[in-house]
């Protein structure tokens, strides 16, 4: 444990440093937990991952102990838990620092950790463990039947557990924020923290009518997603931005604040493309494709901002993998969200593509790009400093930045074989005289499958790789300065 | 960006635009919850339809299939499976699962009564019978 000076660039006026750390404030180190639980989680996440994978060539792989639509739910729910529990170890290492102050109560926020913790690992087993609807039963589904929809899968007392942690953590961070200062990064930090919470709540909404339930399910999946979680990603990005590069904050935030508008602006209307074809008025595909043809503008802003910001830096920060991770979000957020989803977001082109392997080619990327990477981003450049140094080794830097390279590899990948296997699956089923049956399509791509699951294996690798990374020691030496 | 574009100027940009761009979202969300009536079907949205929507949450049918392109992909299309398959071939399907054949793609067996499996394909003739402006391109979805 070193105590440069390195500190003293970073450390506001009149607070000491604890001895034992850099923390700037004690009560950030409960950021640490949800980062460990956060990455174990994202391990658990490519896990299911490799196995669906494997599905999707050897049908029965697994079959009937862990079913295709299993694994999918954990798969996608442990992606959205894990990011959640990296967005809550995000605030509460962001915001008492922002705010100048210590967190409103540590203790509440430790609590909510191991109900969070328990609660998802309790739903996941409950997933694999007894059959679905054995689960809903159990779980009193016919009181409030809110389950078996995409994403929302989770029983409705898991969904109640969730808004109650939402809420906790809410309290916590806005009592800290609105006695201490006001920065723009916290307060978009928190709108969109905010906003996560609140556009939840239309998942208890699961009416008869198919059309208004996927109408709503919407509000919550891609107001979530086009929408509020980009404010959270554009304000840890810029926060880690401003300690990395030292560049003034007044420039950092007022690009912040044009990302977002740009975001809202192009994001809220740009939900019309999910409503070409479920059953709303034609006119969506109109608002749907013109705004959603501009969402890759604010995203095309980030990678121009995370560039724009490093070259400008003022300081070379000795977290050079932290600065990785940050550049690399906004170039693969741009490729994933941006240029994938403008792909196929045009209605006429939507109309042929729509719920194939372009869907989930996008998906991928998107969310890699977007969230996985920005979290990891605030991880990088956190953990280091909840372990008590301002950067990692050497050494260390060097694995964790080889695990960068593998996985962002890795998914491009990912990426072009669905795309690839989107193309041919459009063209044979739903193009030409003939068209084939789905699965007599599915088999023609199989190949694109194999090379998917064999991109798979590689970012899997790059995880591990990543893991162990935590785990190399070597001199955290002042050189690295 | 120049330096007359000032902080507060992008933050009234973005409070400006976010305000009404969502309520602009609101009045269209309005609208088309006004316009559903003629489109979604609803006059044959009956009790057993509503049981049949149950089942299909409850067995996470989404995990494998799409509804109206929605969903997982790994499994046909079903927003229109009434019209490739009709009711009798739906039912028989799914008391055949799974089929065993190795190497294949298997769908567990639900253990679905009669009864159910009539309000399931309920929910799907229904689902076959919204208006989704001609959505899927042809009826192998």
């Known amino acids: 444990m070193t105590t440069s000076t390195t500190a003293v660039l970073d450390t506001p006026r009149g607070v000491e440093e604890h001895a034992a750390t850099r923390l700037k404030y004690r009560s950030q180190a409960v950021a640490k937990p949800y980062f460990i639980a956060a990455i174990g989680l994202f391990f658990g996440q490519i896990v299911f991952g490799l196995i669906m994978g494997l599905q999707y060539v050897i049908g029965d792989f697994l079959f009937p102990e862990i079913p295709f639509n299993v694994a999918r739910m954990v798969h996608t729910n442990l992606l959205i838990v894990w990011l959640l529990f990296g967005f809550m170890g995000a605030g509460y290492y962001l915001i008492p620092e922002e705010s100048e102050r210590e967190l409103h109560s540590p203790k509440l926020a430790i609590l909510t950790f191991w109900v969070f913790l328990v609660a998802g690992a309790l739903t996941i087993v409950g997933y694999l463990s007894v059959p679905y609807a054995t689960l809903a039963q159990l779980t009193g589904n016919e009181i409030l039947p809110t389950m078996g929809r995409e994403f929302l899968e989770q029983p409705t007392i898991t969904k109640v557990g969730i808004v109650l942690v939402a809420l906790s953590f809410l309290y916590n961070l806005s009592l800290t924020v609105l006695s201490g200062r006001k920065t723009s990064i916290s307060l978009v930090m928190m709108l969109g923290l905010w906003g996560l919470a609140i556009f939840f709540l239309f998942s208890f909404y699961n009416p008869s009518n198919l059309v208004l339930d996927k109408l709503f399910w919407w509000w919550v999946v891609h107001l979530w997603v086009e929408g509020v979680w980009e404010l959270i990603m554009g304000a840890m990005l810029a926060f880690v931005l401003v300690k990395v590069t030292g560049v003034d904050r007044e420039v950092i935030e007022k690009w912040l604040y044009v990302i977002i508008a740009m975001t809202l602006i192009t994001g809220i209307i740009g939900t019309g493309h999910h409503y070409f074809w479920i059953g709303a008025p034609a006119y969506w595909q109109w608002w749907g494709s013109i705004f959603s043809a501009l969402e890759p503008i604010p995203f095309f802003m980030m990678t121009l901002f995370a560039f724009n910001m490093v070259n400008r830096r003022r300081r070379e920060h000795p977290n050079k993998a932290a600065v990785l991770w940050a550049m690399g979000t906004g170039v693969m957020a741009f490729l994933g969200a941006g240029v994938w989803g403008f792909l196929h977001t045009l209605a006429p082109v939507n109309y042929l593509t729509h719920g194939t392997q372009i869907t989930a080619a996008h998906g991928h990327m998107a969310f890699y790009g977007a969230y996985a990477m920005v979290v990891i981003t605030m991880i990088s450049y956190t953990m280091p400093k909840l372990r008590g140094r301002e950067a990692n080794s050497n050494a260390a830097q060097v694995v964790e930045m080889w695990s960068f390279w593998l996985m962002s590899i890795a998914m491009v990948f990912i990426t072009l074989f669905l795309t690839a296997a989107g193309i041919l699956q459009v063209w044979l089923q739903r193009m030409g005289s003939a068209p084939l049956p789905f699965m007599a399509a599915q088999d023609q791509v199989a190949i694109f499958y194999w090379l998917r699951e064999a991109s798979g294996v590689m970012f899997f690798i790059g995880l591990v790789l990543y893991i162990i990374s935590f785990f190399v020691k070597g001199k955290t030496d002042e050189a690295a300065r | ?141």
């Open chain 2, 1 to 141: 960006m120049s330096a007359s574009f000032t902080k507060s100027t992008a933050r009234n940009i973005f409070y400006g635009g976010a305000v009404f761009f969502f309520l602009l979202f609101i009045a269209l969300t309005v609208d088309t919850t006004q316009a559903l009536p003629k489109r979604d079907n609803r006059a044959n949205l009956t009790e057993q339809v509503a049981r049949g929507k149950n089942i299909w949450e409850t067995r996470n049918c989404i995990g494998c299939h799409t509804l109206l392109g929605e969903g997982a992909y790994f499994a046909p299309e079903l927003g229109n499976v009434y019209k490739r398959r009709g009711p009798e071939f739906i039912k028989a399907w799914i008391k055949g699962q799974p089929t065993g054949a190795p190497g294949r793609r298997q769908m567990p067996q639900f253990h679905l009564t009669d009864g159910e499996l009539d309000d399931l394909v309920a929910f799907l003739k229904y689902s076959s019978e919204i208006n989704t402006n001609n959505w899927p391109p042809n009826v192998e979805g």
